[in-house]
């Protein structure tokens, strides 16, 4: 939650995309509520959404410029026409430049597929509510929609599958099983939620009752990866998992 407001952090490309999309949703209602004919009474909210969302969306542009081992100077573009939207291109295709010092970031086709998928999902969904609300039955507007959204889970779940390959491809580059503990946890992303249960390729820390504690990186709900383990008696290793054993001490 903390990179959301942070100039100096970095985001990946899908994480960049994700996070704009919202943005500009969230943008888009906020003006619609700033309007002074509609909903009056809630106008200051709207203003304030609107300047929010501006903001964030400047924050999301300087975090993948970091990325891209750009000046930050470069968020100027974003003021200019029409170079703006073939800069906005830019950012969500072009490969970060620092990979060795980051994991998790992914590949260009992974990335792409997956953010066609999440348009094609998206779209479906809409189109689908559309033609219900123009009086079709349920099952009409699902049919309508069905190719479409089927062909999109299926680029979403490619583009998945794709970028995990690629990562362990650039963990063996990188060599992760040479890198310290330590050193492995700074460049591993922030798990997202309390249930660690679904996190996976990211770090965090989990309480396991009566046996430890344990912060480091998930897989499918698993301690994998690089991780520390404070024992209820307080003794602390650290490691490498797989599967939720410990296969290696440092």
Not at 94 to 107: L, M, N, V, Y
Request: hydrophobic share 45%; proline share 2%; aromatic share 12%.
């Amino acid at each position: 939650m903390k990179k959301l407001f942070s100039f100096s952090d970095t985001a990946g490309r899908l994480e960049y995309f994700f996070i704009f999309l919202v943005l500009v949703v969230f943008l888009f209602f906020s003006a619609i509520v700033a309007d002074a004919n509609i909903l009056r009474q809630f106008e200051q909210f709207g203003i304030l959404g609107v300047v929010t969302s501006i903001l964030l969306i400047l924050v999301n542009i300087s975090r993948r410029i970091n990325d891209l081992g750009k000046s930050r100077y470069f968020i100027l573009i974003s003021f200019i026409p029409f170079v703006n939207f073939i800069f906005f291109l830019y950012l969500l295709f072009a490969p970060g430049k620092k990979i060795e010092k980051r994991s998790g970031h992914t590949s260009l086709k992974g990335d792409l597929m997956k953010i066609l998928g999440i348009i094609g999902i998206i779209s479906s969904v809409v189109h689908g509510a559309s033609k219900e609300a123009q009086g079709h039955t349920t099952l009409e507007s699902i049919e309508s929609v069905l190719v479409l959204f089927v062909i999109s889970v299926i680029l979403l779940f490619i583009g998945i599958i794709k970028d995990r390959r690629e990562m362990k491809e650039l963990d063996k580059k990188i060599g992760v099983g040479k890198i310290l503990v330590d050193d492995r946890l700074k460049v591993v992303p922030e798990c997202q939620g309390d249930d660690y249960k679904q996190w996976t390729s990211c770090k965090g820390k989990a309480v396991y009752p009566e046996e430890g504690t344990y912060f480091g990186e998930f897989t499918n709900g698993k301690r994998w990866g690089k991780g520390i383990w404070t024992s209820a008696d307080g003794t602390i290793t650290k490691g490498t998992w797989k599967n939720d054993e410990l296969i290696e001490k440092e």
